[in-house]
Nanobody
Framework: VQLQASGGGLVQAGGSLRLSCAAS????????MGWFRQTPGKEREFVAV????????YYGDSVKGRFTISRDNAKNTVSLQMNSLKPEDTAVYYC???????????????????WGQGTQVTVSS
């Protein structure tokens, strides 16, 4: 499965951005898609995930209440609506996917085997 991310850019604090990720290849109802982010010198941080085809969504503590993940199964895409952005949200955002991830591993980057190319999000103060 290949993932192609789009969106991102430069926005002022308090603004909004929307990221999208399209999956190409064979996916099934067990395919989990989500987002991580990374800043220089730090490990990849879990942002949000749409677990399998279950409808269950999970968020990192730092984005809860501000970010919303959604999924379009017909188009095989996942989107991340980011509102009330803060300068500390500045990072490269990566779309991630994998089949058969168990719930206890959804926040672990190493559990995902497909990654998008990364898209820069910059929030100015």
């Amino acid at each position: 499965v290949q993932l192609q991310a789009s969106g991102g850019g430069l926005v002022q604090a308090g603004g909004s951005l929307r990221l999208s990720c399209a999956a190409s290849g064979r996916t099934s109802s067990s395919y989990t898609m989500g987002w991580f982010r990374q800043t220089p010198g730090k490990e990849r941080e879990f942002v949000a995930v749409f677990w399998r085809n279950s409808g269950y969504k999970y968020y990192g503590d730092s984005v809860k209440g501000r970010f919303t993940i959604s999924r379009d199964n017909a188009k095989n895409t996942v989107s991340l609506q980011m509102n009330s952005l803060k300068p500390e949200d500045t990072a490269v955002y990566y779309c991630a996917g994998a089949h058969g991830i168990i719930l206890s591993s959804i926040r672990v980057a190493q559990a995902y085997d497909s990654w998008g190319q990364g898209t820069q999000v910059t929030v100015s103060s």
